[in-house]
């Protein structure tokens, strides 16, 4: 994807996700906007190159986790970045291994329910419940 079209999306997705969440005050900040630049321009490198739909799903998760409304480096996450994640570290209750897992079915599902409850063998309905669960628990 060439600089200036990823920029463009930026601004856009950003513009959504700021009525989306009905919060205007949500900023990238220029590091940020270069990681995603780097990642989406990553097309004749090695790297797998950014689609539009992993840029609008990263940016929106890093809106919905930065501090003082403004989105570092740090809070951006690509698809890869999730699935690095997968480590189980010794300790780690089984509640919380659920919900890890679960949550980065749905995020490698692109947010399809459906698709998540068939890779996870559990009902949509379940997976529903799980989803509500962690949004009272403060996990969404």
């Given amino acids: 994807m060439q600089k200036e079209r990823v920029v463009q999306l930026i601004d856009f997705n950003l513009n959504v996700i700021r009525l989306m969440l009905s919060n205007n005050g949500i900023q990238l900040s220029e590091k940020a906007k270069e990681k995603i630049v780097q990642k989406a321009s990553a097309e004749h490198t090695q790297e797998s190159a950014l689609t539009e739909a992993e840029l609008e799903l990263a940016l929106e998760s890093a809106a919905k986790k ?19 994640n997968l480590a189980i570290p010794v300790g780690l209750k089984l509640e919380d291994l659920e919900r890890k897992y679960i949550l980065q079915t749905l995020y490698f599902s692109e947010q ?29």
């Fill in 66 to 84: 930065c501090r003082n409304n403004m989105i570092e480096p740090d809070d951006v996450l690509f698809k890869e970045d999730h699935l690095n």
């Fill in 112 to 140: 399809n329910r459906t698709k998540a409850a068939d890779i996870l063998g559990i009902s949509i309905r379940t997976l529903r419940n799980k989803i509500n669960q962690y949004r009272l628990e403060g996990f969404l």
